[in-house]
């Protein structure tokens, strides 16, 4: 397990493997990783099973949780509960998300 990564390697390192998702950390009590999602596509996630906690590095778009809607950008933090309806919409600029689920992912 590496106790330090910075955004720039993970991106590489999504890229390289091609998904818009690359899971860089996972212990039982949580999972993190980096998802990409480019200007104008779909965003495909279903809800999760885990509490979810989003950290835009950049981009802008909107996201939808359950029935409320927002712009995201730079610096926004989102959180979501688990199992609850959640998708990134309207992407105008390339969205670069930490994303933190607990417990792990399943």
Known sequence: MKHFNHIS???VERE????????FLRVSSMSAGLYVLSPGS????KPHKED??????????????GREERDVNAGSVIFV???????FLD????????VFF???ET
């Open 9 to 11: 390697e993970l991106e």
């Open 16 to 23: 390289q493997r091609g998904k818009l998702y690359l899971e």
């Open 42 to 45: 779909a965003d495909p996630q």
């Open 52 to 65: 979810e906690l989003y950290y835009v590095v950049r981009g802008q778009g909107r996201m939808r949780v």
């Open 81 to 87: 509960q688990a199992n609850e309806e959640h998708r």
């Open 91 to 98: 992407i105008r600029e390339e969205l670069v998300v930490l």
């Open 102 to 104: 607990a417990p792990a």
